[in-house]
């Protein structure tokens, strides 16, 4: 089993940025693949972006056009998800997840172990 556990919402002002971070507990990640997911209210949780094991391989939403980056620390069994340029429709509470295999992919039934989310709430 991995715990993982989001940290780093908050509120900011249209144009900020935040560093959302995902620390896994339970068994390195270092094998797995790990995604960034979100939900708005009323909506389904989407993809916003997926790191594979090694850190080699990103992929990230097309809606996003370059604002986000995904990172991990492997030796820490950390991930990160640094968000600029944020706007009201980045609003939605966070979801850091996890995939038993090492390649990245978009559905959201290919991960394994979720977090708890954490709540970004962007002001315009």
């Known amino acids: 089993q991995v715990q993982l556990v989001e940290s780093g919402g908050g509120l900011v002002q249209a144009g900020g940025s935040l560093r959302l971070a995902c620390a896994a507990s339970g068994r390195t990640i270092t094998n797995y693949a790990m995604g960034w997911f979100r939900q708005a209210p009323g909506k389904e949780r989407e993809v916003v972006a997926g790191?594979?094991?090694?850190?080699?391989?990103?992929d990230y939403a097309d809606l996003l056009e370059g604002r986000f980056t995904i990172s991990r620390d492997n030796g820490k069994n950390l991930v990160y998800l640094q968000m600029n340029s944020l706007k009201p429709e980045d609003t939605a509470v966070y979801y850091c997840?996890?995939?038993?295999?090492?390649?990245?992919?978009?559905?959201?039934?290919?991960?394994?172990?979720w977090g708890q989310g954490t709540q970004v709430t962007v002001s315009s």
């Open positions: 997840a996890a995939r038993r295999f090492g390649a990245v992919v978009a559905s959201l039934k290919e991960y394994a172990w």
């Open positions: 790191i594979s094991w090694s850190g080699s391989i990103t």
